[in-house]
């Protein structure tokens, strides 16, 4: 059965140290209930992966920061590693990907954590909805801006009317 977004649930997990990527991903839950989703907005330090033992109803979007080389936020570190020590398979999950990073100052680690996080999904038989937006904030003054008219794009090609 097809449903609609406004009965379509879309869960925005991030990971974040210094405020930004939640910021994001705070504008991202106000901008879905504006696009008819029922949005929920929490830290990857709240779940763990049973969240996705309702993946055949809910479409998830994952925001992080990178920090240090590459690495993931420390909010982000035991979801992660839960996926890591514990593989499931995540076959009927369905995601977008948002990563932040520094690229003129870590040009080989650019959005580091947000490559970690779907190459983990990913081998676990995730789907991915599209490319990932890769934000850089050394660059971008309003990234809540750039990502919002990005989840615009991403909601009218992958939204829950466009789901089988």
Request: glycine share 10%.
């Amino acid at each position: 059965m097809t449903t609609t977004p406004s009965t379509q649930p879309l869960m925005i997990l991030y990971g974040s140290s210094g405020g930004t990527a939640e910021s994001v991903a705070q504008a991202l839950g106000m901008e879905a209930s504006d696009l008819g989703w029922s949005p929920t907005v929490q830290a990857l330090d709240t779940v763990d992966p049973g969240v996705f033992d309702a993946a055949a109803e809910t479409t998830f979007l994952f925001c992080t920061s990178t920090t240090g080389a590459g690495d993931l936020p420390e909010n982000a570190r035991r979801f992660f590693e839960t996926l890591e020590q514990q593989p499931r398979y995540l076959g009927s999950v369905r995601y977008g990907l948002l990563g932040l990073g520094d690229e003129a100052g870590h040009p080989h680690t650019f959005c580091g954590a947000a490559h970690l996080i779907d190459e983990r999904l990913q081998d676990l038989g995730a789907q991915r909805l599209g490319p990932p937006l890769l934000i850089d904030t050394a660059h971008s003054d309003q990234p809540e801006t750039v990502a919002v008219e990005w989840l615009r794009a991403w909601s009218a090609t992958h939204g829950a009317a466009t789901q089988d």
